[in-house]
């Protein structure tokens, strides 16, 4: 089963725009990663945020969590076509020793130029 | 490249046929997982393996589909007796042994297709 749910399932946005997804997820986490995948293809790690951390920031990107509101956002300021992919947070769960992620549905993100 | 390869990148078979795909992790990395992705949903873990043990496995990897990694390098994951509901893009990632749950590398993953 899936732990993470996406929102918006979908977001279409002009070039130079910010995009913002948002990720809600269930249970106590150790910590939260977002993955970007292109169409058909693998997953390219993006950032990572431990369950003690509040905010980070990567290039373009700004990746927020709330752990008593069990949930994280992805900002990616002055967006480029080339962003246009499907956006993916992934939980690292705490409970019973498992080392494996937990992938939401993703939100699909098209950058018009 | 030293990045996580899969082979092959695209299989097409009939339903009731077996098939294997390899996965080799990025070199030093210890740690090996699978996951299947279908179509608008994201991936699902499948099993996961420390060098050559077996640690993990999902209630998703039912008797049809065995994993191994026998010299802890390259992995293999085979099904047999394919079915339609196989169909899905099976995916690969490794990890090293800094942390748990760290950042995992996906490779291109492989394509499944059970006609």
């Known amino acids: 089963s899936q732990q993470g749910e996406e929102d918006p399932q979908a977001l279409s946005i002009q070039e130079g725009e910010n995009a913002t997804m948002n990720c809600s997820y269930k249970?106590?986490?150790?910590?939260l990663q977002w993955y970007r995948q292109n169409s058909g293809r693998g997953l390219v790690h993006l950032i990572l945020?431990?369950?003690?951390?509040r905010e980070k920031h990567s290039g373009r990107l700004r990746v927020t969590l709330d752990t008593s509101k069990k949930s994280s956002s992805l900002l990616i300021t002055a967006s480029r076509a080339a962003d246009t992919a499907s956006y993916f947070c992934?939980?690292?769960?705490?409970?019973?020793?498992?080392?494996?992620?937990?992938f939401g549905k993703g939100t699909k993100l098209t950058v018009n130029p | 490249d030293t990045g996580v390869s899969q082979d092959p990148r695209h299989k097409i078979t009939k339903r009731g046929q077996n098939v294997t795909f390899r996965c080799d992790p990025i070199?030093?990395?210890?740690?090996l997982y699978w996951y299947r992705q279908t179509l608008g949903q994201g991936p699902e873990f499948l099993t996961y393996?420390?060098?050559?043990?077996?640690?993990?496995k999902s209630r998703l990897l039912s008797d049809r589909f065995s994993a191994e990694r026998p010299k802890g390098s390259f992995s293999t994951l085979e099904i047999q007796r394919t079915e339609q509901g196989d169909s899905a893009m099976y995916l690969c990632?490794?990890?090293?042994?800094?942390?748990?749950?760290?950042?995992?590398?996906f490779g291109p993953g492989t394509r499944l297709t059970v006609l």
């Open positions: 992934a939980t690292a769960l705490t409970q019973g020793g498992s080392e494996k992620l937990v």
């Open positions: 393996f420390q060098n050559e043990a077996q640690l993990e």
């Open positions: 070199s030093e990395h210890n740690r």
């Open positions: 990632a490794s990890s090293p042994s800094r942390a748990r749950t760290d950042t995992q590398y």
């Open positions: 249970t106590s986490i150790n910590n």
């Open positions: 945020i431990r369950s003690n951390e």
